[in-house]
């Protein structure tokens, strides 16, 4: 089973010691390929390309970048494709991004299925791209069918392949290939496999971005209180079995994001 590992690229050079801590632990379970995010607005402008060239030359490892063109301009985004082409990169992972707070501008590109086109029209078929769908539906869209409707523009504009957006229903994963597959999208769509760390910043995030927490799963941790061990132990558990049914359901990879630490990833792969 194929599985790749996401990073955040580190500006600290704390952060940069945690990548580096877990990095070779990480690399021994083999991944096909680890993937770098961009912050939207160019916020890590810097950064990614820095970790990429660092994961490549230092760690060895096929880095796909994350590109996210909201907020950018055609310049810039032409100019890393530039950078990333001349280190040797040949997987990008193309995304719209959100706004950061503060910033009015959209840039140049409105969609993803926008930069996977320019992508396309600038580099042909140099770069395998990745794009990202949503088998809960995008927070921005309230129409599951809209919503894959525009997955599947980022499929004609080219892309090769779709990681999704973590969640912990694996029906929700099935329907939405299922739907995918009627709709006419036939590339490979890995699910992305969020592990449980710290589960009070996950519940955050996850109302942000769309993903859902079970109420069984939340009562459960709940329950454990300031019982860390318990709710690790719980978690591995409960997300190394959705992987199990996500690989017996067909799934043709896992993407875990690993958010730069080697453990809970570990401890659900050592369950596998
Ligand atoms: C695997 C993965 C990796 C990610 N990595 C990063 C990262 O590195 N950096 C980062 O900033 N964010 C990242 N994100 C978050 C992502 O950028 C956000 O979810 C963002 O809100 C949407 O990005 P997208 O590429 O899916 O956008 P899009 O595909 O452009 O979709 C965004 C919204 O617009 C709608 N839409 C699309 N096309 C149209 C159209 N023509 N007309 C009307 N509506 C339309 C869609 O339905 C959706 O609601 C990642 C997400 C995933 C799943």
Request: net charge negative; glycine share 8%; with cysteine.
């Amino acid at each position: 089973m194929p599985i790749s590992f996401e990073f955040f690229p580190p500006k600290t050079d704390e952060q940069r010691a945690t990548l580096d801590a877990a990095l070779p632990r990480l690399k021994a379970r083999e991944p096909e390929y680890v993937s770098c995010t961009f912050g939207a607005g160019g916020s890590t402008l810097r950064y990614t390309p820095e970790t990429i060239r660092r994961l490549r030359e230092q760690h060895a490892l096929d880095a796909a970048p994350h590109l996210s063109c909201m907020g950018g301009t055609r310049e810039e985004i032409r100019a890393l494709l530039e950078d990333y082409r001349a280190c040797g990169v040949r997987r990008l992972v193309a995304l719209r991004g959100d706004l950061p707070s503060g910033m009015a501008s959209h840039g140049d590109f409105r969609y993803a299925s926008e930069l996977v086109e320019f992508i396309r029209a600038e580099h042909g078929d140099r770069f395998h791209v990745e794009v990202a769908c949503y088998p809960e539906v995008h927070p921005q869209s309230d129409d599951a069918h809209a919503d894959l409707r525009h997955f599947k523009a980022k499929v004609d504009a080219g892309a090769d392949g779709a990681i999704t957006q973590y969640f912990y229903n694996a029906d929700a994963y099935f329907r939405f290939v299922e739907a995918a597959r009627g709709a006419g999208i036939e590339i490979p769509i890995v699910p992305g496999i969020m592990p449980i760390a710290n589960f009070t910043q996950l519940k955050r995030f996850s109302d942000l971005c769309g993903a859902e927490i079970p109420r069984w799963m939340a009562k459960r941790i709940q329950a454990y209180g300031d019982d860390v061990d318990a709710i690790r132990e719980f978690a591995a558990d409960v997300v190394a079995d959705l992987c199990r049914r996500l690989v017996a359901g067909g799934a043709p990879g896992l993407h875990f994001y690993t958010l730069n630490r080697a453990r809970p990833t570990l401890a659900v792969l050592d369950r596998l």
